[in-house]
């Protein structure tokens, strides 16, 4: 496959009129060189996408100005991932050209739809993939039976398809194309990744669409997506002297370790429902030791060169707690926390991240999986997060 990317410097009246960027480009046989029709190009966990015209021709246009993975899918080719950086007022040239691939699909009899261990393996896997939470029973994958399971020597499971995985998310309203690249399942371990494409649900029912919206935000509250939107905003808040810094002694409340110290309630982020602290490990009497740090947006973020992208760097796990909504097993705040396993993470003001395996969540958080993802478009806005409470 021959790839070629091109970055139209040059200005475009709409464009320039509107502040977003665009992305167009053709799309051709890698062997034939002939123009490849509908093939289908989407934003990766977006709603925006379309498809190539008979003369293998593309464009979408009004895009936010940012980083984004742009997939290239068909079923007679391999399927294709490039990172675009969509810039404001300019337009991003990606020309194509496919290498074919053989039509295969998993073979599976219709027996083994019916098999006690393939029906296993699939409980395993949509669970695994649609979380734990009461969001995930209201998801159901529509074409099951094009997922192939195996196991290796050790008993770690995997799965794979050549086709989207199709998902209806009735909890949200999205029907979810979802193109899995890797699955594994490793007795509780569970590693996946793959490109979400959203689709908006059809529904007769305004009382459908009532339900569904309550629940899209209430399942971006206390989100990790949700979390580092504010994180953002603090650290530019604080930058531009904006935001609070103060720090309070809590002298009623005075921990093993020593006094208690809290943010102040008129932070950004405590506004938002979230404490965050930094924990750092020792070895002291009884074993293994936690010691929790406040600690100030701007002493682990970074600057990119990236418009509206930032850098998480830090090497100790950050614990986060979210005020606003109950864990559901315990009626407590939703306790949760993140660690790199990189020396740093980008994303994008608006909470958005795309390096799956370089920041791993534990806790509540680990919970909200595919049947709470939302499509970038879903953006509560900061008055509504502030003075919405799910308590």
């Not at 499971?157 to 209806?168: D, F, G, M, R």
């Not at 109950?326 to 790199?340: F, G, V």
Request: charged share 25%.
């Amino acid at each position: 496959m021959k790839i070629f990317l091109l970055v139209l410097l040059f200005p475009v009246i709409l464009l320039s009129q509107s502040g977003y960027g665009k992305v167009s480009g053709r799309i051709l046989d890698e062997q034939t060189k002939l123009p490849v029709e509908s093939v289908n190009i989407f934003i990766a966990n977006s709603l925006v996408g379309t498809s190539s015209n008979r003369n293998g021709y593309f464009e979408i246009d009004k895009i936010p100005p940012g980083r984004y993975n742009l997939i290239i899918s068909h079923l007679s080719y391999e399927n294709q991932s490039i990172s675009a950086d969509i810039k404001k007022n300019k337009i991003f040239q990606v020309d194509l050209e496919l290498h074919p691939k053989p039509i295969e699909f998993p073979e599976i009899d219709i027996s083994d739809l019916y098999d006690k261990e393939w029906q296993k393996n699939l409980e395993i896997f949509q669970e695994s993939l649609f979380g734990s939470t009461w969001f995930a029973k209201g998801c159901e994958i529509l074409n099951p039976f094009t997922i192939s399971f195996n196991k290796d020597k050790k008993g770690i499971l995997y799965a794979e398809t050549n086709v989207p995985i199709e998902i209806e998310n009735r909890s949200l309203g999205y029907i979810v194309n979802y193109y899995l690249e890797y699955f594994s399942y490793d007795y509780g371990t569970i590693k996946y990744s793959g490109h979400p494409y959203f689709e908006e649900m059809e529904s007769d029912f305004d009382e459908d669409y009532d339900v569904c919206k309550n629940n899209r935000l209430e399942a971006y509250m206390g989100s990790l997506r949700h979390f580092l939107r504010p994180l953002a905003t603090a650290y530019t808040l604080i930058k531009e002297k904006k935001d609070s810094v103060t720090i309070l002694v809590d002298l009623d409340n005075v921990t093993e370790g020593g006094t208690k110290f809290i943010y102040d309630d008129s932070m950004f982020m405590r506004k938002n429902g979230f404490d965050a602290y930094l924990n750092e490990y020792y070895l002291g009497a009884g074993g293994r030791r936690t010691i929790s740090r406040i600690f100030y947006p701007d002493s682990i973020i970074t600057e990119s060169t990236i418009e509206n992208e930032l850098y998480l760097k830090t090497d100790k796990a950050i614990q986060i707690t979210y005020n606003k909504e109950y864990n559901d097993l315990n009626y407590q705040p939703q306790i949760s926390m993140i660690k790199l396993h990189s020396d740093s993470v980008y994303f994008d003001k608006r909470g958005r991240y795309h390096d799956e395996f370089k920041l791993q969540v534990f806790g509540y958080m680990a919970r909200q999986r595919l049947s709470e993802m939302l499509p970038f478009e879903y953006e509560p806005s900061d008055s509504v997060l502030i003075n919405t409470d799910f308590r």
